[in-house]
């Protein structure tokens, strides 16, 4: 399995010091350049189970930019699986450089309309029911066996924070945070900003997945108008904020740190707290900002 390098890093900013907060991040986007962040976290224990299952056809689902599908292409490839990706939208004339990327690690694309896509287990049943060696994973890797993974993070930081922050789509990196943090009562409070509009599902997605017993905050009025939009307002902060040398993406992360400065300078915490944001890669998404544009 893979090394996991991931260290913590403090960030230093003229607010953060005026507000006399101290804020970390935690590099995930390190453990790999293509298994990137939370995605690995999330596979490593479906992986696992696909492979005591004697399974080694792993069968995925995204949109063409998903970073989820990228990671699974990379680490199927690197342990030994072949992959497909069942691709919402019609076939494009030419791949994205996400998908180019997918297909550079061996993944088969299987590119179906947007109404088909919505029922996942149909999908599967349709087209891989006659294939033994196949394995369902959901959308960006979401489900139970994602959640322990997602807990371990939780082992390897050096001090106790006071909030962890992340970015949620479908909240399932935040579910094995706050599952991790009740099972080895930590006081630390997890937090996440939705990064698509209209996330309040998420409450109920999440108890779903880890019962009410983990508690978590939501923060969902920073989407900055939707899944992967972008205003100029943000963009200008984003690109600013880039040019410190961490480099975030604008569909996830950058959402995140936007939220987190805006709640520092509204003086959501009490002084002296202890912040660690999460860096949850998907880097290269941000190439796709620019192809867009
Ligand atoms: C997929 C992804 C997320 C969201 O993870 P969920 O577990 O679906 O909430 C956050 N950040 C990045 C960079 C991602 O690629």
Request: with cysteine; charged share 20%.
């Amino acid at each position: 399995m893979l090394p996991i390098f991931s260290p913590v890093e403090e960030l230093k900013n003229d607010l953060f010091e005026q507000k006399q907060v101290k804020v970390y991040i935690k590099r995930d986007d390190l453990i790999h350049p293509f298994i990137s962040g939370n995605k690995w976290r999330k596979l490593k224990y479906v992986l696992a189970d696909a492979r005591d299952s004697n399974k080694n056809h792993l069968v995925s689902f995204g949109g063409a930019y998903s970073n989820h599908l990228l990671a699974l292409a990379c680490a199927g490839a690197k342990f030994g699986f072949k992959t497909t990706g069942i691709i919402r939208g019609d076939e494009p004339r030419k791949l994205n450089h996400q998908l180019f990327l997918c297909q550079q690690f061996g993944m088969d694309f299987l590119f179906v309309s947007r109404e088909t896509y919505r029922n996942k287990p149909q999908l599967f049943f349709n087209n891989f029911a006659n294939d033994p060696d196949a394995y369902f994973i959901d959308e960006g890797g979401a489900g139970n066996l994602a959640l322990p993974g997602c807990a371990e993070l939780l082992d390897e930081l050096p001090e106790p924070y006071d909030h962890i922050f992340l970015a949620c789509g479908t909240g399932t990196t935040l579910a094995g945070l706050a599952m991790g943090a009740f099972q080895r009562n930590l006081s630390t409070k997890i937090e996440g900003i939705a990064v698509l509009k209209g996330a309040d599902f998420l409450h109920s997605d999440i108890q779903q997945l880890i019962g009410t017993d983990p508690k978590f905050t939501l923060h969902l009025d920073y989407h900055q108008g939707g899944y992967a939009k972008t205003n100029t307002e943000y963009l200008n902060w984003l690109f600013d904020f880039n040019k410190t040398g961490l480099l975030l993406d604008h569909v996830y992360t950058g959402k995140m740190m936007f939220a987190l400065f805006d709640l520092i300078s509204k003086d959501y915490f009490k002084p002296g707290s202890r912040i660690l944001t999460i860096h949850t890669g998907g880097l290269t998404g941000l190439i796709g900002l620019n192809n867009e544009q």
